[in-house]
C-alpha cells in the first residue's frame, strides 16, 4: 500500500468581521482556495492539540465557510478576532487546522441560581429524530410542520373562539388545530397530543376528527377519534427510507 502524500498549506489569517458572529461564518479567501485546490462543499475543521474537536462546515463559492456555530462557541469568537490556520491536503480529504486562537471558553463562576445544570437536551433536527421526544404538545406541532408532506394532512391553524364561533361548533373541551385533508379537501377538528393515551383524560372522541401525536400507547383504540396520525412512525420510517432527508436544515 503507497503512503499517501500529505500537503501542508498556510498559514493563513482571516479576521471575523461583525456579520460572521451573527451568521457563524468564516471567510477561508479565494486565494487560499484556489492555491490548494480546495473543491467547494463539505469541509472538514479541527483545532491544533484539541483532538476531540471536530467541526463539518460547508464551503461556499465565494470563498465563506458556513455552519461554524461549533467553532465559535468553544473559542468565544467576537469582532475583529484574528484566526490563524493552515490546510491539510491528503489525497481528496481537506481539512481545515485551525491554529490561533486555540483556547476553550473560561468556566462562568457567576452564582446565578438560575442558571442551567449541565445537562443534554437534544435539539430538534429532521434527520435526527430517531433520538428526539417532544417535551410539551408545542412540540408536537413542530414535528407534524415538517413532516406534513409525508402524511395525508396539512397544518391550517390553532384554534381559538372566534374561529369556533366562524364554525358555529361548540365543544366540551377546546381542540388544538384545524388540518385540511388533502384528499378530500376536508377541514377536520385536530388534537395533539405527545402520547395517545393522554387524550381521554380531557377529551371526547366525538368532539375530534383526527388525533395527532408522537406516541401511539393508547391500548383501547375505541376511546380515540377515527383518525389517528402517529408522527414518531412516520418519522422512523422516513428516516429508514432516506425520503426526507434532503430538506434538513
Known amino acids: 500500500?503507497?503512503?499517501?502524500?500529505?500537503?501542508?498549506?498556510?498559514?493563513?489569517?482571516?479576521?471575523?468581521?461583525?456579520?460572521?458572529?451573527?451568521?457563524?461564518?468564516?471567510?477561508?479567501?479565494?486565494?487560499?482556495?484556489?492555491?490548494?485546490d480546495i473543491k467547494f462543499g463539505h469541509l472538514t475543521v479541527m483545532l491544533e492539540n484539541n483532538a476531540e474537536f471536530l467541526a463539518q462546515g460547508v464551503l461556499c463559492?465565494?470563498?465563506?465557510?458556513?455552519?461554524?456555530?461549533?467553532?465559535?462557541?468553544?473559542?468565544?469568537?467576537?469582532?475583529?478576532?484574528?484566526?490563524?490556520?493552515?490546510?491539510?491536503?491528503?489525497?481528496?480529504?481537506?481539512?481545515?487546522?485551525?491554529?490561533?486562537?486555540?483556547?476553550?471558553?473560561?468556566?462562568?463562576?457567576?452564582?446565578?441560581?438560575?442558571?442551567?445544570?449541565?445537562?443534554?437536551?437534544e435539539p430538534f433536527r429532521t434527520n435526527n429524530l430517531q433520538n428526539w421526544n417532544p417535551s410539551t404538545e408545542n412540540d408536537v406541532?413542530?414535528?407534524?410542520g415538517y413532516l406534513q408532506n409525508y402524511t395525508s394532512y396539512n397544518y391550517c391553524c390553532g384554534v381559538n373562539i372566534k374561529i369556533l364561533k366562524e364554525l358555529r361548533l361548540r365543544f366540551n373541551s377546546k381542540p388544538d388545530a384545524i388540518v385540511l385533508e388533502k384528499k378530500t379537501k376536508k377541514y377536520l377538528i385536530a388534537e395533539m397530543k405527545i402520547k395517545s393515551s393522554d387524550f381521554k383524560i380531557n377529551h371526547n372522541k366525538i368532539d375530534v376528527d383526527i388525533l395527532i401525536c408522537w406516541i401511539d400507547d393508547e391500548k383501547d383504540k375505541n376511546k380515540l377519534p377515527s383518525k389517528t396520525l402517529c408522527l414518531q412512525e412516520i418519522a422512523l420510517t422516513n428516516l429508514l427510507t432516506n425520503e426526507y432527508c434532503n430538506i434538513c436544515i
Open 1 to 36: 500500500m503507497k503512503k499517501r502524500k500529505q500537503n501542508l498549506y498556510g498559514p493563513f489569517k482571516t479576521k471575523i468581521a461583525p456579520s460572521y458572529k451573527t451568521l457563524n461564518i468564516i471567510n477561508i479567501g479565494l486565494n487560499q482556495i484556489r492555491h490548494c
Open 61 to 121: 463559492k465565494n470563498g465563506i465557510l458556513t455552519r461554524m456555530s461549533k467553532l465559535f462557541d468553544l473559542l468565544g469568537l467576537h469582532d475583529e478576532t484574528e484566526l490563524e490556520f493552515i490546510i491539510n491536503s491528503t489525497g481528496n480529504k481537506k481539512i481545515v487546522l485551525v491554529t490561533s486562537p486555540n483556547r476553550k471558553r473560561k468556566k462562568s463562576h457567576s452564582k446565578n441560581n438560575n442558571s442551567f445544570c449541565h445537562v443534554h437536551i
Open 141 to 144: 406541532y413542530v414535528a407534524f
